[in-house]
């Protein structure tokens, strides 16, 4: 959740600049006159207004939720019953990850400021997940989508992402390689955890994306809040092996959550750095060849956080939630006038494309071993 300063300022500038994300780049191939006239539709129809009383009800709703699970695991105390409170938990934690997301993208508010707050609140305090961090890594990303050379969510790590990064890969690394489509969902299960690690150690880095020491101490503050609020609470009400066995439920379904949400969205699409002209490619090509929409109804859109549309997303970084789906006929009509293909799948199918994607990439090492 698997980039922003407070108001993810390289992609909202492209939504309203075109040109900002790549300016002083080779021509590009349509350039800004490919991606303008939709601008002015999206525009017209009042699509980049926000749409913050929607934002609040969300809100209320979470921490009513949250509110919940924490009476029940008061009122039934150190009962094995308990854990089950970990399912609804995971689930709510996915909804305040989706806010801390969109806050990012300066969807909630047009103050920065607000925007920030309600990012801290939500990613640190709640989540104890580093704001400032996952807004720099998730600025690249949206800066260079799919981009191996550029965007951090498909750089070669735990799982690689193009066939030429399995060079090297031998132990471990390798047999993670060759088994990484088998692999994928189980791995996900850790990424709740993983992104508490990466925000911590970005705090503790000489070169993390704090710009100054009030930015760093309020951060860190936040996090030491949430890992003390957070054990207090679980060590207070249940015994210590149950309050760790519901740490670990709590924090593998938000990861397997958050996987899912994110798992489709790129993998498997266009790497601009396999084409001879992907660095000089407009907005609308970088965006929309790079992500595939997963088509769906309310459910859909609750469960992925509307980031099934992808495409929507990606053009206008800071469109509220409740109004991609309303994008979808204008961007998708568009995208057919200029000649560019615009993806989207079902459900399931999204995840076939995209494990049989990791799958095909570890072919050259199972055929070696």
Request: net charge positive.
């Amino acid at each position: 959740m698997p980039q922003a300063t407070a108001t993810l300022t390289a992609p909202d500038r492209s939504a309203a600049d075109p040109g900002a994300v790549t300016r002083g780049a080779a021509p590009r191939r349509g350039g800004a006159s490919e991606f303008a006239p939709l601008l002015r539709t999206i525009k017209d129809q009042g699509l980049l207004e926000r749409r913050t009383g929607w934002y609040a009800r969300g809100m209320a709703v979470n921490f009513l939720g949250l509110a919940a699970v924490v009476a029940g695991l008061v009122l039934l105390g150190p009962s094995w019953w308990a854990l089950l409170l970990a399912v609804p938990l995971a689930l709510l934690s996915a909804r305040v990850a989706f806010v801390a997301h969109d806050a990012g993208h300066a969807q909630i508010s047009a103050d920065r400021s607000r925007n920030r707050i309600i990012q801290l609140v939500h990613a640190n305090l709640l989540l104890g997940m580093s704001q400032e961090w996952w807004n720099d890594k998730h600025n690249r990303h949206h800066a260079n989508p799919n981009h191996l050379d550029k965007d951090p969510d498909v750089a070669a790590d735990i799982l690689v992402f193009a066939q030429h990064q399995t060079t090297g890969r031998a132990g471990f690394r390798g047999w993670l390689t060759r088994h990484q489509a088998w692999l994928f969902f189980p791995l996900t299960t850790l990424e709740g955890i993983a992104l508490k690690i990466y925000g911590i150690q970005a705090l503790f880095s000489k070169d993390g994306p704090y710009r100054t020491r009030r930015e760093r101490l309020v951060e860190g503050a936040l996090l030491l809040a949430h890992i003390a609020g957070y054990a207090a609470l679980l060590l207070t009400v249940l015994t210590p092996g149950q309050a760790l066995l519901f740490a670990l439920i709590h924090q593998m379904l938000l990861g397997l959550h958050l996987g899912m949400a994110f798992a489709p969205n790129h993998k498997g699409m266009e790497t601009p750095d396999a084409h001879p002209d992907g660095d000089s490619w407009g907005h609308l090509r970088r965006q929309v060849l790079t992500s595939r929409n997963i088509r769906g109804g309310f459910l859909t859109d609750w469960f992925l956080g509307g980031l099934n549309y992808q495409i929507e997303h990606h053009l206008f970084p800071s469109m509220p939630r409740p109004h991609l789906r309303l994008a979808q006929p204008a961007v998708r009509a568009h995208c057919r006038t200029v000649g560019i293909p615009y993806t989207e799948t079902g459900f399931v199918e999204s995840y076939r494309q995209a494990l049989g994607h990791l799958h095909e990439v570890g072919e050259p090492l199972r055929s070696a071993a």
